[in-house]
């Protein structure tokens, strides 16, 4: 790797604790490190590079390539201004100018958001605004709804824990679980919707099975491993292209909602600022 290390900067070393410089100073800007042309590295450039206890090997490594990575930036930096077209440079101080309003702007704006913005969303609103949009909340993999029970086969009467899981007796299976199960895992709120691809994650020996075995509204399954049973329950599913369940899409529709609310405000800040203006005169059309 092509190192700088005849650029034009001095860098001297004593070490005492993270201090290694004590190079001239700049009576403004403090001590300097290095330089390239006529921009400059100053010490106080290099107070944040330290986190927590080095020792003086890990800080100079550090300290070098912080360095040469500055050096072989402003390198670069002085290279491509130098050979810039006037035409080309005009161009790209429009856009930094542009770039900088447009930063003042939207902070500005950001801040009055987060004051004054109505960000409440009531249940209505989540409903009304799914069911006048249902068809862009098409699913692109099936969704489930499952409960899940995983223990040591020898730890409990599995026919009466079986009967409880398919009853959906979740009182008296979370009783059992966690007086006589210590190693049992489990997944009992069926109200939740889950990815295919997450309850594989969650279940890894699901995929020991045909995925259509899952396919099927209150469908009970049982699988077994060298130590563990496990007990899978699909209350309901849905399938690709399907319109995703209203419960699964409610947090996407909250941001929708609020990006919309947010949209509304700024055109209305918008609107009210133009209007201040020509009343206050401080904007006129000539």
Not at 166 to 177: M, P
Not at 192 to 205: A, E, R
């Amino acid at each position: 790797m092509f190192r700088f290390r005849y650029i034009v900067f001095v860098f001297f070393i004593s070490i005492y604790s993270c201090d290694y410089f004590n190079l001239k100073s700049d009576v403004d800007k403090g001590e300097i490190v290095a330089s390239v042309g006529s921009s400059f590295l100053y010490k106080k450039d290099l107070s944040t590079l330290y986190e927590g206890e080095l020792s003086t090997e890990d800080s100079l490594v550090i300290t070098n390539n912080f360095i040469e990575n500055w050096a072989q930036k402003q390198i670069i930096l002085q290279k491509a201004t130098f050979n810039l077209s006037d035409e080309k440079e005009i161009e790209l101080k429009k856009m930094l100018e542009n770039y900088r309003e447009d930063l003042y702007i939207n902070s500005y704006k950001d801040a009055l958001v987060a004051q004054n913005s109505d960000t409440i969303i009531h249940k209505e609103e989540i409903r009304n605004f799914y069911i006048a949009n249902q068809n862009i909340f098409r699913l692109k993999e099936e969704v489930f709804q499952y409960k899940y029970l995983n223990f040591v086969s020898e730890s409990v009467d599995k026919k009466k824990f079986k009967k409880l899981f398919i009853q959906h007796n979740t009182v008296e299976i979370d009783s059992i679980v966690l007086n006589d199960l210590k190693y049992a895992v489990s997944h009992l709120n069926d109200s939740i919707w889950v990815t295919y691809k997450d309850l594989t994650k969650s279940i890894p020996i699901i995929k020991s099975i045909d995925k259509k075995n899952l396919l099927l509204k209150n469908h009970f399954i049982e699988l077994k491993d060298s130590i563990n049973i496990h007990f899978i329950s699909i209350k309901d599913f849905k399938l690709v292209n399907e319109i995703a369940p209203l419960e699964y899409v409610i947090p996407v529709i909250k941001q929708m909602i609020l990006h919309k609310k947010k949209l509304k405000y700024i055109n209305e800040l918008d609107n009210k600022l133009i209007e201040e203006a020509i009343q206050n005169k401080t904007y006129k059309r000539y």
